[in-house]
């Protein structure tokens, strides 16, 4: 199993981003992308998922309004398009795999810790102000 983010990078703040993760290894269609993040001294934070069987998502208020996930099934990638960055986005953004939608709301929320996901290794976003 093998994910992999892609697309940070530096940006003003105002700015724009899309991240891409890639994935291989397990039956994409049966699994949920999750999207987190983690900036240094702090703790991850869940921002959405997408069930990739009925392309459900979830937002938390961190990723409301500004934030977009969708999947391609054909490319088995999620993608994460950031818009309206702000300073406080600056973060190492990862993906996760997680076995259902609701592991992944589960995990994206908090109520879990971990659901026996696979994740990624994460790409750095910086947002200058």
């Known amino acids: 199993v093998q994910l992999v983010e892609s697309g940070g990078g530096l940006v003003q703040a105002g700015g724009s981003l899309s991240l891409s993760c890639a994935t291989s290894?397990?039956?994409?269609?049966?699994?949920?992308i999750g999207w987190f993040r983690q900036a240094p001294g702090r703790e991850r934070e869940g921002l959405s998922c997408?069930?990739?069987?009925?392309?459900?998502?979830w937002y938390t208020e961190a990723a409301k309004g500004r934030f977009s996930i969708f999947s391609d099934s054909g490319k088995k990638s999620a993608y994460l398009q950031m818009n309206r960055l702000k300073p406080e986005d600056t973060a190492v953004y990862y993906c996760?795999?997680?076995?259902?939608?609701?592991?992944?709301?589960?995990?994206?929320?908090?109520?879990?810790?971990?659901?026996?996901?696979?994740w990624g290794r994460g790409t750095q976003v910086t947002v200058s102000s």
């Open positions: 996760a795999a997680v076995r259902s939608f609701f592991l992944c709301y589960d995990l994206v929320t908090g109520r879990l810790g971990t659901a026996s996901e696979y």
């Open positions: 997408i069930g990739n069987r009925d392309n459900s998502t």
């Open positions: 290894g397990f039956n994409f269609g049966d699994y949920a």
